[in-house]
């Protein structure tokens, strides 16, 4: 099937290379014009792009298809029964565009994205300082029922945990191993998006970059440069089939 598409692709530039005869006709010719000029604006808008505008806008078609894929996933899974093997694909492309998403607004609206992360978390980080506080002030247990579940975890891992009586010691150590907790995620999540960033960045670059060679060899003829690469590929790739 995809040798006969790639067939035809080459069929039709073949036929646009001809020229002259294919044009007498005024409806091909309005066509095949129309065509020329909308690549043409195109390759201009690509041309003057920045990456940064280029990241943003990748960033929004992410964003869409994900959203797009999550309902498909629930509709599939709530009204259909298909193939265990479609849905696994399915759920490998989502997560590659969420991730996408996330990591182009992590990495390039780094500032921002930290600190709303901050605003969300901080009360969880700082909470129980603040209760060991409350507790020393006002004599409540409150910081010893937070520490309790440590306690009891620590017992099962059979690992000898130092007694601690003071309110504000263990609120600051229960502080502490929340934000030991959450350094610990900032740098896998700085691990896991810089790939998913960099392969971002290759997909903007790459289209303005070849955008600009076609301007620079022909700029009024961008089209037809652009099926001439067309054809080398889809050439290289009939060897191969």
């Known amino acids: 099937m995809l040798k006969i598409v790639l067939t035809l692709i080459v069929v039709l530039i073949s036929v646009y290379w001809v020229g002259e005869k294919v044009r007498r006709n005024p409806k091909i010719d309005a066509f095949l ?73 992590w990495v390039a609206d780094h500032r921002n994205t930290v600190g709303e992360f901050s605003r969300n978390n901080a009360l969880m980080i700082f909470g129980p300082l603040l209760m060991g506080i409350f507790d020393l002030v006002f004599h409540t247990p409150f910081t010893e029922i937070l520490f309790l579940p440590f306690q009891q975890a620590a017992a099962t891992l059979h690992f000898n945990m130092p007694e601690i009586s003071n309110p504000l010691a263990i609120g600051g150590a229960v502080s502490l191993v929340f934000l030991v907790f959450f350094g610990f995620y900032y740098l896998l999540t700085w691990a896991v998006t810089v790939p998913v960033f960099l392969v971002s960045v290759f997909a903007v670059v790459l289209p303005i970059k070849f955008a600009r060679v076609l301007a620079q060899i022909d700029r009024g003829n961008t089209f037809f440069w652009f099926t001439v690469f067309v054809m080398f590929v889809i050439s290289a790739c009939l060897t191969q089939l």
């Open 33 to 105: 014009s129309a065509i020329e000029g909308h690549y043409s604006k195109l390759n201009n808008r690509l041309e003057d792009a920045t990456i940064i505008n280029g990241l943003r806008f990748l960033r929004r078609l992410y964003g869409w298809v994900s959203v797009f894929l999550f309902v498909c996933l629930f509709v599939f899974q709530r009204f259909a029964q298909p193939n265990p093997m479609n849905i696994l694909s399915l759920f490998w492309i989502f997560g590659f565009t969420f991730m996408g998403w996330f990591s182009i607004k």
